[in-house]
């Protein structure tokens, strides 16, 4: 019975937002995505001292230069 009722209470919670995804078919899983990979580019560059160089490689990335061929780093 407990997980049922945690299950109430979570739907209660978003109700809104399952609502109107229903209404509307919209979610924002491409900006959840894209900040996913956003979040592991941070986690593996172990910070970057360049901001342009970042930004780059959250446009390669999220595919947003799309011209720029990707070449896999030997470790």
Request: glycine share 6%; aromatic share 14%.
């Given at each position: 019975l407990?997980?049922?009722?945690?299950?109430?209470?979570?739907?209660?919670?978003?109700?809104?937002?399952?609502?109107?995804?229903?209404?509307?078919?919209?979610?924002?899983?491409?900006?959840?995505?894209?900040?996913?990979?956003?979040?592991?580019?941070?986690?593996?560059?172990?910070?970057f001292?360049?901001?342009?160089?970042?930004?780059?490689?959250?446009?390669?990335?999220?595919?947003?230069?799309?011209?720029?061929?990707?070449?896999?780093?030997?470790?």
């Open positions: 407990k997980p049922f009722i945690k299950l109430a209470r979570r739907l209660n919670r978003w109700k809104d937002g399952l609502l109107e995804y229903f209404k509307n078919k919209i979610s924002n899983g491409i900006s959840e995505g894209i900040n996913n990979k956003i979040k592991v580019i941070k986690r593996r560059s172990y910070g001292y360049d901001m342009n160089y970042f930004f780059l490689k959250i446009l390669m990335a999220t595919g947003f230069l799309p011209h720029i061929r990707k070449i896999k780093m030997q470790p």
